[in-house]
Every structure is written in structure tokens, then in C-alpha cells.
């Protein structure tokens, strides 16, 4: 659910109309509710009620500081996977003794930084990170609260770009291997075994990849018992979808009673890092049509916003719903290009379209999740203005960038 509805024919964001903000702060133009993040990150607390938890929003999803706040305030914890992700949580109030730190590629001074703020634990991906993370540790004569990130090789079933549980994947450590690796972390000086991890992939529509995966991985902790390691922390991962078109995810709490039907007899605090489900469908990007064409068969509607503002249609193919400010019923097949230089720069193709003329507004639905944290500057294209949207107020909560930020800390020579 979220609150973007038409009132008196315009579409609002709670009881703001866009159209308002865009004649304020110009297009294209990202607009947060703050009503659906607090709604979101509540249904998931609400989910996992029966059960010791935290929720880690996952900051790479949309890192707004504004959106942070909101959530921090609204007792969520953070899920980071950089240096940079870290500061802005940190920047935004986040306590550290709520984030976790997981990727790939964690730097020394990533894990230096992470170690000085006090972070709940690192998911650790690989036996080389390990050790770093032990000798960065004992060199700041700290010690290092780690799970490990367990691939349990299940498929998620969704988009291969975004499937990260499977053998073949870059990501955590084998499930076959990772008594071994806890082994090993048993034997570091600077290291304390806290929990275990796990992520399997993101936009998933189906609650059985995720018993799937907790499943296997509860046969794990049991062994690590026996072992005498006594882990706290369950970290479920992220990865719940959400509708974009015709979806039919499972509700949060769907979700939370059957995880807890599956690991809540182990009697641990359980994690997870729901991003796209709290943010994706809390925002929306706003655009105005600059031309219209027609070509062989179908209309071209040209208008501001680009795959540098929203990489997804673009990434993934992914469908965004696409609606017209001004309420009409007419509709036009066509496709939503942007003036970017690249076939592959629209926001919608081959649909059935609301028609609209130049100086028309629309919106782009759902994309509050991977939009602007996923923008770049490419044709040198200033990045939008993000605004957040608290009942009938509404705040720029980042300028549009201008030309002169485009040339920030370049030099000719
Ligand atoms: C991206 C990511 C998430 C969030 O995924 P969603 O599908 O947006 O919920 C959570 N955890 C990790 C480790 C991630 O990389």
C-alpha cells in the first residue's frame, strides 16, 4: 500500500499535489512519502512481533538522509555495504549497535571505519575477509563481532541480475563450507562469533525460497551448537518484492510467520534487511513531457526524466507503472523515451499509455527503491531534486544538482 492517489483529478502524494511541487521545484523531481515508509517499516515490526528482532533497512536502496531519519526514528536499524552507507547512517542518527555490514569487497579502511563506530556485527563473505577483518581488528585492539553470509544455493526466482543465493553467485560462503569457516573464526583472537547471515535475492514474489533458505541454514546452527558455538543473531537477508504491475508478493507478516514457524524455536534474534519493500513503492518520479512523435507504429513520448535518473527500465527491463498528473481514461500505445543518447533510455515501451501532451506531468510509480541511489550524471545530466512528503507539508530534502556540481573537483591541465 502506499499514498499516491488522485484527488480532484491531480495526483497526490498524501495531501500534496504534484503538480504543486512541480510548478515549485521544477522536473524531473523524486517525491517520498513518509507516511508509506513508516507504514512499511511498521509491518514489518509488526511481523516479526512474536520473535526477538531488528529490522536493518537496507541504505543502498534509497539513502536519503531524510528517508533514513524516518526510519531510525521509527526504530529501524541499517544494513550497509560500503564505507559511504556507513557515514550517511551514522550522519542520519543511525545507532551502530543496529547496523550490519555485509559485500563482497570490504576495504581496510572500510573495516577500520566500521570497527571504530561499534557496528552489531559484519556478514562476512569470504575466508580471506576473515582474516583481514582479525588482523584490522588487533591492529586497532578491537574485537570483531562477525556472522557469516551462508549461500545456501536456493534459487529465488527472480531476475538474474539480482539472484545472490545460488552456487554460482559472487556472494557469501558455500553452505557445504561454512562449518569449516566458523571453525577457523573460532580460532581468530580478534574475532567473536555473533551469527549468521544469509541474502538471497531481491524482488522475490514467493515464500518458499525463503524457508528454503532458513531451513538449511537452522540445520547449521544446530551443528554450530553442538560445536559449542552459540550464535545470537539469525540475518535473514532482505529480498521481499513488491507489485510493480500484476505482482502478488506476500504480505510482511505473511512472511514473519513463516519464518518464525521455521527458525523461532531457536530462540535467536532474528534480522533482516527489507530495502525494496519499505522504500519501492514509497516514491515516484515526476517528469514532464518535453515532445511527442509519431513513428512507424506507435507514439514516442518525450520526456525529462532518463535512465541516468532511473537505471531500471534500462538494468533489468523492469515495468514501472506510469500515470498521467492530470487524471484521463484516454491512453495511447507508445513508448516513455527520455533525450538520453542510448536505444536503451526509456522508461516504458510498447504500452498502452496515458495519452498526454507536451507540458503534460506524469509519474513514474514505484520507484522509490534502486531510483535515485542507482542515478548517475551520464550526458551530464544534473541529478534531480528529491523531495519527502509528510502529510500536507512537503520538503526538497537534496537540491537539484546544477551545472556547476557537475565540474565538482575536475581541472583541466
Ligand atoms: C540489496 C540487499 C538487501 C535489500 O534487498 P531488497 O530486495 O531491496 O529487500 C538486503 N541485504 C543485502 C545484503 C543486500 O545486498
Known sequence: MHHFDYKDGLLHCEAVSLADIAAKVGTPFYCYSKATLQKHLKAFQDAFAGADHIVCYSVKVNSNLSVLDTLFTGGAGADVVSGGELFRALKAGGDPKKIVYSGVGKKEEEIRFALESGILMFNVESPLELLTIDRVAAELGLIAPIAIRVNPDVDPRT????????????????????????????????????????HIGSQITEIGPFVDAVQKIKKLVVDLKEEGIDIKYFDIGGGLGIPYDDETPPHPSEYGRAVIDTVGDLGLTIIMEPGRAIAGNAGVLVGRVQYTKDGENKQFIIGDTAMNDLIRPSLYGAHH?????????????????????????????DRELPEMEPGDLYAVMSAGGYGFTMSSNYNSRPRPAEVMVDGANYEIVRKRESYEDLIRGEKTV
Do not use: W
Open 159 to 198: 531476475h538474474a541480475y539480482i539472484s545472490t543465493g545460488l552456487k554460482k553467485n559472487k556472494f557469501g560462503i558455500a553452505i557445504e563450507r561454512a562449518l569449516v569457516e566458523y571453525r577457523a573464526a573460532r580460532d581468530l583472537k580478534n574475532v567473536e562469533i555473533v551469527g549468521v547471515d544469509c
Open 321 to 349: 507503472g506510469i500515470k498521467a498528473v492530470k487524471q484521463s481514461s484516454a491512453t495511447r500505445y507508445a513508448d516513455l523515451v527520455g533525450p538520453i543518447c542510448e536505444t536503451g533510455d526509456f522508461m516504458a515501451k
